[in-house]
């Protein structure tokens, strides 16, 4: 029995032997009733995910955040509750109880755990209020799994009582797998939010021989304009800041003109972006 690493139920650990009751006290700490985590680990979207289903008695389905999460997507706070759903609207802190009716091919199994599919989490996420958080969720969501928008409306049709539909459509409208980190989403849905035409994501840009020199965030790519978000590391590290020098001389030369964004641009100056954007589309050509 693995305890190390992962969330157990104290009674299964002493029955098997593999702690004490003082080792369980002073070597542990318990996150539920008779679940437990290494004293100081820290939960993450996914252990919070196991000790929520072996809280259940591993009867219930996660879902929600906690099926996203075991489906391996990215950008999910680690503070957030874990979710399932079952009939039982028992409670417990740090996790959110759902009931909704799952029909049978609404929901899988992943490393002996039952979840909402890909379509179903996304369903229930892109419902949720907030139409950029729910963006961000389903861009991660469809990266990860690689379910698709058609995927998604099949389920949307056969619960069209629901609400949030409405959210919903707008969500697949937007949404795109393209996307590596939530302050792209961020910076796609202002442009567009803008009126600005959709751009592609994960462009590549290939050099005389046919090889992919440089890979681009998002752009157009008829025009050659480019729209890039810089983390930290690209403003701080010398050896990336180098690295980034080269490559845009590289995209010049090619005819690309690139607009970078920062975290700062996009949170106080979005109209800037969109500006730059704009004017460098205009003069590539683009009938804005």
């Known amino acids: 029995m693995e305890i190390l690493h992962?969330?157990?139920?104290?009674?299964?650990?002493?029955?098997?032997?593999?702690?004490t009751r003082h080792r369980l006290r002073t070597d542990f700490e318990m996150v539920h009733r008779n679940l437990y985590i290494r004293r100081g680990q820290k939960l993450t979207p996914v252990t919070r995910a196991v000790a929520a289903w072996l809280w259940s008695?591993?009867?219930?389905?996660?879902?929600?955040?906690?099926?996203?999460?075991?489906?391996?997507?990215?950008?999910?706070?680690?503070?957030?509750?874990?979710?399932?759903?079952?009939?039982?609207?028992?409670?417990?802190?740090?996790?959110?109880?759902?009931?909704?009716?799952?029909?049978?091919?609404?929901?899988?199994?992943?490393?002996?755990?039952?979840?909402?599919?890909?379509?179903?989490?996304?369903?229930?996420?892109?419902?949720?209020?907030?139409?950029a958080a729910a963006v961000i969720r389903l861009d991660a969501l469809m990266r990860a799994t690689g379910v698709?928008?058609?995927?998604?409306?099949l389920v949307a049709d056969r619960h069209r009582g629901a609400r949030g539909l409405t959210q919903l459509r707008r969500v697949l409208h937007l949404a795109d797998d393209g996307a590596e980190s939530p302050y792209e989403t961020k910076t796609r849905l202002a442009l567009v939010g803008a009126g600005l035409p959709?751009?592609?994501?994960?462009?590549?840009?290939?050099?005389?021989?046919?090889?992919?020199?440089?890979?681009?965030?998002?752009?157009?790519?008829?025009?050659?304009?480019?729209?890039?978000?810089?983390?930290?590391?690209?403003?701080?590290?010398p050896a990336q800041r180098s690295r980034d020098i080269d490559r845009l001389a590289e995209l010049a030369a090619c005819g690309w003109a690139i607009i970078r964004v920062s975290v700062e641009m996009l949170r106080t100056r979005p109209h800037v972006v969109v500006a730059r954007v704009h004017h460098a589309l205009l003069a590539a050509g683009c009938p804005l």
Not at 201 to 228: C, F, H, P, S, Y
């Open 198 to 237: 959709r751009p592609q994501t994960q462009i590549e840009v290939l050099n005389e021989w046919g090889w992919v020199m440089a890979r681009i965030d998002m752009g157009w790519e008829e025009w050659k304009v480019g729209v890039e978000f810089d983390g930290a590391h690209h403003w701080t590290d």
């Open 148 to 153: 698709k928008a058609a995927d998604i409306e």
């Open 6 to 19: 992962w969330p157990f139920r104290g009674t299964d650990a002493l029955a098997a032997g593999v702690v």
């Open 57 to 131: 008695g591993r009867t219930a389905t996660m879902a929600g955040l906690s099926a996203a999460a075991l489906h391996r997507t990215a950008w999910i706070d680690d503070w957030l509750p874990a979710e399932l759903n079952r009939p039982s609207r028992d409670k417990a802190r740090g996790i959110i109880v759902h009931s909704d009716t799952l029909d049978d091919d609404e929901t899988s199994v992943r490393d002996g755990i039952r979840i909402t599919t890909p379509a179903r989490t996304a369903f229930d996420l892109g419902r949720r209020k907030g139409l």
